[in-house]
C-alpha cells in the first residue's frame, strides 16, 4: 500500500491538519508519500517526515503560487498515478474537499468524505464517516482499488517518530483549461486568529450580557492564543461580528479544545462543534444541556471564573 497526502501550507509553513492526515497515512501502513505546492521551511519539511511521510514531492511552479482547484487536481492526479499510490488522503478543508472530488474523477477512485476513524480490520477497507453534521456515524465500505479520504480534524494523532523525508522537485504538466478560472485578488484577515484553522476557540453566549462584557473574553483568548466565536443568538443581535457564528448556519470547528462560556446548548450549536477534541462549558445553570455534551464543566458566574482562570493561565506562563 502506498498513500499520498496533499498537504496544505500557509506562509511557508504546514497546516496542522495536514500534518494529522501524513499521520492518518502513515496508519495506513506502506509508504506515504506527501504533495506541496510552494515553498515550505526547514522546520515544516521536518514535521512532515516525523508525521510519517518518506518523501515529500514540492510543486514549486510560479503558476500556482495561488491556490488553483482545477490545477491543484491535475498536478496530484499526475503525481498519484506516476507513483503508482492506491490512496490519496487529504484534511477537510475549504480547499481539501473540492480537490478530493476532483482527483478521485480523474483517477478512477472512491472517494469518501468526512472521515472519522481509521479502517476496521485487515481485509476490505471499512471507514467511519462522520454523518448529520456529526450527530451519527457511518460505517462505510469503500469498494475499487483506489481510493480517495477527507480526514476530519482531531481523527488521529500526530506521530513524532518519522525521520527526514526525501525532498524532490515536481513539474507537473499542466493545462490552458485549468486556468480557465482565475484569482484577481486574495484577502487575507490579520491581527486575529481564525476559528476554522484555531487550536483553541474561546465562544461566549447570551449568558454574556452584552457586547460591552466580551473584553473578558477575548483577554482569555489572547493569553491562550485562541480565536472568539459566539452563539447565533449573539451574532443576530449584533453584539459580535457574524463571521464569529459558530454552529450548524455558522462556522463549524474542531479546536483540541472548545471553551463554552454562557451558552445554553441548543443543538444547532452543538453541531458546530461536536468535533472538538475536548469542550470546557461554563454557565451558572448546573441544568444547562451544554453539560451533557462537555468533558469537563465549571458551574458558576461567569464573571467570576473567567478572569481568575485567565491570571491562572498567565502565572503558569511567566
Known sequence: MSALVFVEIDEKEVKKSSLEAVSYGKSL???VLAICFGDLTASGIEKIGK???NKLIQVKEEKLAVPNIMAYSTAIAETFDQNGCDTLVLAKSSLGDPVSARVAIKVGASVVP???GLPEGSGEMVVDRSIYTGKA???TLVKGAKKVLTIKKNT????EDGSAPEVVDFK?????EDFKVKVTKTEKATGEVLLPEADIVVSGGRGMGGPEKWSMLEDLAKVLGAATGCSKPVSDMNWRPHHEHVGQTGIKVSPSLYIAVGISGAIQHLAGVNSSKYILVINKDPEAPFFKAADF???GDAFDIVP???EAIKAKKD
Open 137 to 139: 456515524v457511518a460505517k
Open 114 to 116: 468526512n472521515v472519522s
Open 51 to 53: 508525521a510519517g511521510a
Open 297 to 299: 464543566g465549571i458551574v
Open 156 to 159: 488521529v494523532p500526530i506521530l
Open 172 to 176: 507537473p504538466t499542466l493545462k490552458d
Open 29 to 31: 501502513g506502506g509508504d
Open 308 to 310: 481568575k482562570l485567565t
